[in-house]
């Protein structure tokens, strides 16, 4: 298989053969030697090759459906290093037909992100595919709205850290509820405000998530 200059280690050659045993059968090989080798982006990882193999596994996918999703993302103006990205967060991009993948793109753009910045966004969050726009970020953006967060900080905010659209409903709230319950001296609370309140939220959150990381 093309894996370029990364050599793959042993575990990561065990793990392909465990997911995806039929890489082990001479034509399944043969067909996604010359899939993956002309793939069409120029720095695909040992981590795409992984999760490819493992959904066309699950799924019953060829090395045409790889071929269809990258022309459809890079059709959607994305760089080969947010294909990559893409392809190695979320494996379902490649069943995911262009209208989704769209949606998504225009409901950013719709509430003033410009175009030039999707691909970064994209690249940053790829799991804003997971993401809907009707069952969830319509519903974010309104949320944000309720809690006294202009357009303009909402965009501000999801420009300087994209996965701000990967906030649970209801969980700035608690975060900024937690804040507001906080006994502590004026000067501290100056501090941990200095750079508003939404961003103030977010960095309760990242904390909240390391303590529950480690118990």
């Given at each position: 298989?093309?894996?370029g200059?990364?050599?793959?280690?042993?575990?990561?050659l065990?793990l392909?053969?465990?997911?995806c045993?039929?890489i082990?059968?001479?034509?399944?090989?043969k067909?996604?030697?010359?899939?993956l080798?002309?793939?069409?982006?120029s720095?695909a990882?040992?981590l795409v090759?992984?999760?490819v193999?493992?959904?066309?596994r699950?799924?019953?996918?060829?090395?045409e459906?790889l071929?269809?999703?990258?022309q459809r993302l890079?059709?959607l103006?994305?760089s080969d290093?947010?294909?990559?990205?893409v392809?190695?967060e979320f494996l379902m991009?490649i069943?995911m037909?262009r209208?989704r993948?769209?949606e998504r793109?225009?409901?950013?753009?719709g509430?003033?992100?410009?175009?030039?910045?999707?691909d970064?966004?994209?690249n940053?969050?790829?799991d804003?595919l997971?993401?809907?726009?009707?069952?969830?970020?319509k519903l974010?953006?309104?949320?944000?709205k309720?809690?006294?967060?202009?357009?303009?900080?909402?965009?501000r905010e999801?420009?300087?850290d994209p996965?701000?659209?990967?906030?649970?409903?209801?969980?700035?709230?608690r975060?900024?509820?937690?804040?507001?319950?906080?006994?502590?001296?004026?000067p501290?609370?100056?501090?941990?405000y200095?750079e508003?309140?939404?961003?103030?939220?977010?960095e309760?959150?990242?904390?909240v998530?390391?303590?529950?990381?480690?118990?």
């Open positions: 298989l093309p894996f200059p990364s050599k793959p280690s042993q575990e990561f065990v392909v053969v465990f997911n045993p039929r082990l059968e001479l034509e399944f090989l067909d996604w030697e010359m899939g080798s002309g793939m069409g982006i720095n990882t040992l090759i992984q999760n193999l493992q959904i066309s699950k799924l019953g996918l060829g090395p459906d071929s269809r999703c990258i890079k059709g103006g994305f290093d947010t294909v990559t990205r392809l190695e991009a069943v037909n209208d993948i769209r793109i225009e409901f950013l753009v509430n003033g992100i410009d175009r030039n910045q999707i970064w966004i994209f940053l969050f790829p804003i997971v993401h809907g726009v009707e069952n969830k970020l974010l953006f309104d949320e944000l309720e809690l006294g967060f202009s357009l303009d900080v909402v965009r999801i420009l300087r996965s701000v659209l990967g906030l649970e409903l209801g969980e700035l709230y975060c900024l509820e937690l804040l507001r319950n906080l006994k502590c001296r004026v501290i609370k100056e501090r941990i200095s508003r309140a939404f961003r103030a939220g977010l309760v959150k990242r904390r998530d390391c303590l529950c990381r480690y118990g």
